[in-house]
């Protein structure tokens, strides 16, 4: 087991606003305040949502789940500023490490579909409405 000891920093409530790209904003604010450590706690709606069930260099393309309905969740995550590209990104090529934003996610199984419940990594989406905590680590 590794451990590191960190201090609380900054504390930001993030309200985002309909039609929104999630990922697109949340990193531009992270380069913004230059948030390089924190934790993120996010719920709400997305009208579309793109993620990953499962480890796709075990299962490939079959990992990917698109929604282009309406689906509610609640997510718990980190931001880091990684030197390479985390694997879950697919093909991506950095020149220097960039912001991170890493979510997990249960999701709704869409409209009057609230009891089934589909989890993963959230890799995309278009807000319909909702919220996230950042606390930051120093």
Excluded at 24 to 32: G, L
């Amino acid at each position: 087991m590794n451990v590191k000891e960190r201090k609380l920093g900054r504390i930001f409530q993030i309200e985002f606003h309909e039609d929104e790209n999630l990922f697109e904003k949340f990193n531009a604010f992270v380069k913004e305040k230059n948030i390089r450590n924190a934790s993120i706690t996010i719920f709400g709606a997305l009208k579309e949502t793109d993620m990953r069930s499962g480890f796709m260099a075990i299962i490939g393309d079959s990992a990917k789940l698109c929604f282009n309905d309406p689906r509610e969740f609640v997510g718990v995550g980190n931001i880091s500023w990684p030197e390479r590209p985390p694997a879950v990104m697919g093909d991506v090529t950095w020149k220097e490490p960039e912001p991170y934003v890493h979510i997990h996610l249960a999701v709704s199984g869409g409209p009057y579909r609230a009891q089934e419940v589909n989890v993963g990594h959230l890799s995309g989406g278009k807000v319909k409405g909702l919220f996230a905590e950042v606390i930051e680590f120093v």
